[in-house]
């Protein structure tokens, strides 16, 4: 039914390259002509069907060497079936998109797992496609910017507290195969983050810098501290930008988790509370400013997901040993690809810094830079500061 994505002739690019580039670049064109919102396509359904359609063309992809998916599957499915079992043990009223939002990032695992060492991304097909990303993402910030006199944070999917996770983990992973203009896509890319005023984009950003660039006996290094300075200008500008004197919402959303933890025991704090607990109804008046948190079949409830964080969220739902045990997760599978530990120590801090903000791991623009860099061909893997790799000679 679907063609082995070998590599095509001609450009090296596989089957899994197009539908990245195609779901990504081609929704993002959609975003364009909507000035003072985000896209119209439905781009949950639009992501993860392209992430479906990589998982079913990724199985007739090159023979990979043997890897225990099976077990991998046995751990992440464990681990939800207990929670599921938790739940249904429970009186706590739950529909079935409650449970969604709750567990989405456990469930994320069971794709993860299906593109450990699949290698079918290919470095050429993804840096072709981060050029894309990155010239229609600049191109709708800019025109943004232009048209609402910078009084609009742009989106060309939804909330670049969201996409910039995406946009950031995808140029990571390209950044030594991006050509001998890396450095200006780079710069391209800092414009974004500047222009879109997320602060978690901004951490993200620098995160991303201090990995790539840290190389203290590279003759370079001076260089790449002053390229530092520039990002930590851009970080104090963006977030002076964004503070009007009040305490920050998730400064409020803080005060929330600490009076409904105040009560809790050593078990609350490693397991979480039982699955899908509601919050008091004194923390979800005090939430309904934000908005869309309320419970799918009960009005007068809400969950976790009113406090927005994901790092408070999986404390309250998972407990310190679920955070871990996802972390860990995620560490090992990319660890199994091939991934090296930069590499997994940049995606897994993209993920951290968004957790501080908004819903990082549980979130398909996270995912998807995951799911690359588990199906990523890694035999020809860089230095990300050595010479650029001309991206018509990479190896499909």
């Given at each position: 039914?679907?063609?082995?994505?070998?590599?095509?002739?001609?450009?090296?690019?596989?089957s899994?390259?197009?539908?990245?580039?195609?779901?990504l670049?081609?929704?993002?064109?959609?975003?364009?002509p909507?000035?003072?919102?985000w896209?119209?396509?439905p781009?949950?359904?639009?992501l993860?069907?392209?992430?479906?359609?990589?998982?079913?063309?990724?199985?007739?992809?090159?023979?990979?060497?043997?890897?225990?998916?099976a077990?991998?599957?046995?751990?992440?499915?464990?681990y939800?079936?207990?929670?599921?079992?938790?739940?249904a043990?429970?009186?706590?009223?739950?529909g079935?998109?409650?449970?969604?939002?709750?567990?989405?990032?456990?469930?994320?695992?069971?794709?993860?797992?299906?593109?450990?060492?699949?290698?079918?991304?290919?470095?050429a097909?993804?840096?072709?496609?981060?050029?894309?990303?990155?010239?229609?993402?600049?191109?709708?910030?800019?025109?943004?910017?232009?048209?609402?006199?910078?009084?609009?944070r742009?989106?060309?999917?939804?909330e670049?507290?969201?996409?910039?996770?995406?946009?950031?983990?995808?140029?990571?992973?390209?950044?030594?195969?991006?050509?001998?203009?890396?450095?200006?896509?780079?710069?391209?890319?800092?414009?974004?983050?500047?222009?879109?005023?997320?602060?978690?984009?901004?951490?993200?950003?620098?995160?991303?810098?201090?990995?790539?660039f840290?190389?203290?006996?590279?003759?370079?290094?001076?260089l790449?501290?002053?390229?530092?300075?520039?990002?930590?200008?851009?970080s104090?500008?963006?977030?002076?930008?964004r503070?009007?004197g009040?305490?920050?919402?998730r400064w409020?959303?803080?005060?929330?988790?600490?009076?409904?933890?105040?009560?809790?025991?050593?078990?609350?704090?490693?397991?979480?509370?039982?699955?899908?607990?509601?919050l008091?109804?004194?923390?979800?008046?005090?939430?309904?400013?934000?908005?869309?948190?309320?419970a799918?079949?009960a009005?007068?409830?809400?969950?976790s997901?009113?406090?927005?964080?994901?790092?408070?969220?999986?404390l309250?739902?998972?407990?310190?040993?679920?955070?871990?045990?996802?972390?860990?997760?995620?560490?090992?599978?990319?660890?199994?690809?091939?991934?090296?530990?930069?590499d997994?120590?940049?995606l897994?801090g993209?993920?951290?810094?968004?957790?501080?903000?908004?819903?990082?791991?549980?979130?398909?623009?996270?995912?998807?830079?995951?799911?690359?860099?588990?199906?990523?061909?890694?035999?020809?893997?860089?230095?990300?500061?050595?010479?650029p790799?001309?991206?018509?000679?990479?190896?499909g």
């Amino acid at each position: 039914m679907f063609s082995p994505p070998a590599p095509d002739k001609g450009r090296g690019d596989t089957s899994a390259d197009y539908i990245l580039r195609w779901t990504l670049v081609g929704s993002a064109l959609a975003g364009l002509p909507n000035l003072t919102g985000w896209n119209v396509l439905p781009m949950t359904f639009v992501l993860n069907g392209g992430i479906a359609l990589s998982m079913m063309v990724g199985f007739f992809g090159p023979r990979t060497p043997s890897i225990a998916r099976a077990t991998w599957l046995l751990f992440a499915g464990g681990y939800l079936t207990v929670k599921l079992t938790a739940l249904a043990l429970g009186s706590h009223p739950a529909g079935p998109d409650d449970l969604l939002q709750a567990y989405k990032a456990y469930i994320f695992l069971v794709p993860l797992v299906w593109f450990i060492g699949r290698k079918c991304f290919t470095p050429a097909g993804l840096a072709r496609t981060v050029r894309q990303i990155l010239a229609v993402t600049a191109l709708k910030y800019l025109i943004v910017f232009a048209a609402t006199a910078g009084t609009h944070r742009p989106g060309v999917w939804t909330e670049n507290n969201f996409e910039l996770m995406l946009v950031i983990g995808l140029t990571y992973l390209a950044w030594p195969h991006l050509g001998r203009n890396r450095g200006w896509w780079m710069t391209l890319l800092c414009l974004i983050v500047l222009i879109g005023e997320s602060r978690s984009g901004v951490i993200e950003l620098a995160l991303v810098f201090v990995v790539i660039f840290w190389r203290p006996r590279d003759p370079r290094f001076l260089l790449y501290v002053a390229g530092g300075g520039i990002v930590v200008w851009l970080s104090n500008y963006v977030f002076s930008q964004r503070s009007n004197g009040s305490p920050s919402d998730r400064w409020q959303f803080w005060q929330i988790f600490r009076a409904e933890s105040a009560a809790w025991n050593l078990n609350d704090w490693l397991v979480g509370r039982p699955p899908l607990t509601p919050l008091s109804l004194e923390s979800c008046d005090r939430l309904a400013p934000w908005g869309g948190l309320r419970a799918m079949n009960a009005t007068d409830i809400c969950y976790s997901v009113g406090l927005h964080m994901f790092s408070l969220r999986v404390l309250m739902d998972q407990g310190v040993l679920g955070a871990l045990f996802l972390l860990l997760f995620i560490w090992l599978a990319l660890r199994a690809s091939g991934a090296g530990m930069r590499d997994r120590v940049a995606l897994l801090g993209i993920g951290l810094a968004n957790s501080m903000s908004v819903s990082a791991f549980n979130s398909e623009y996270l995912l998807i830079p995951l799911l690359v860099a588990a199906g990523l061909r890694y035999r020809a893997h860089p230095s990300p500061t050595a010479p650029p790799v001309p991206v018509e000679r990479v190896s499909g």
